[in-house]
C-alpha cells in the first residue's frame, strides 16, 4: 500500500512539474499600425502594376486612397493581427468591377491574393515608403 502511495506521489509531482515547466502560449499578435504611404504591386495575368496608395488607420478599420495609372480611388478595409483585407470598386468601359485584396501583414509589407470581380485572381505585395 505504501509503495504504491509513493508511487502516486511521484506520478503527481512529476505532472505537477512538467505543467510548470510548459511554455505559455505566445499571445495573438498585436495589429500593425499600417498607417502612411506605401507602394502597391498587383501581378495579374497583364503584369504587374504599381501604385501609390495611403493608409489611414483607425483601430482595426483601414481607409485611404491608391493612385495608379488609371487615377485614384478609395478604399475601406481591416486589419486584424497579421491579417489585412481590402477592397474597392473601378468603372471598366462602363461596368463597376470589385477588387478584392486579402493578405498578411509582416512588418513593412503587406502580401496576398487579389481577386478582379469575374476577371480571375493575382497576387499583391506592399511596401511602407
Do not use: H
Not at 4 to 21: D, E, G, H, L, Q
Not at 99 to 126: H, N, R, S
Amino acid at each position: 500500500m505504501n509503495k504504491t502511495r509513493a508511487w502516486i506521489i511521484a506520478v503527481a509531482a512529476i505532472v505537477v512539474s512538467a505543467c510548470s515547466t510548459t511554455p505559455s502560449q505566445p499571445s495573438a499578435p498585436k495589429g500593425a499600425d499600417l498607417t502612411g504611404n506605401w507602394v502597391l504591386t498587383t501581378e495579374s495575368q497583364m503584369g504587374a502594376q504599381d501604385a501609390q496608395m495611403t493608409v489611414r488607420q483607425t483601430g482595426s478599420a483601414l481607409a485611404g486612397t491608391i493612385t495608379g495609372q488609371a487615377g485614384s480611388v478609395d478604399y475601406q478595409g481591416t486589419v486584424t493581427g497579421a491579417a489585412v483585407a481590402f477592397d474597392f470598386t473601378i468603372n471598366v468601359q462602363g461596368t463597376d468591377l470589385k477588387l478584392d485584396y486579402t493578405g498578411t501583414v509582416e512588418g513593412d509589407t503587406m502580401k496576398g491574393k487579389a481577386v478582379f470581380g469575374q476577371f480571375g485572381e493575382g497576387t499583391f505585395t506592399a511596401k511602407r515608403q
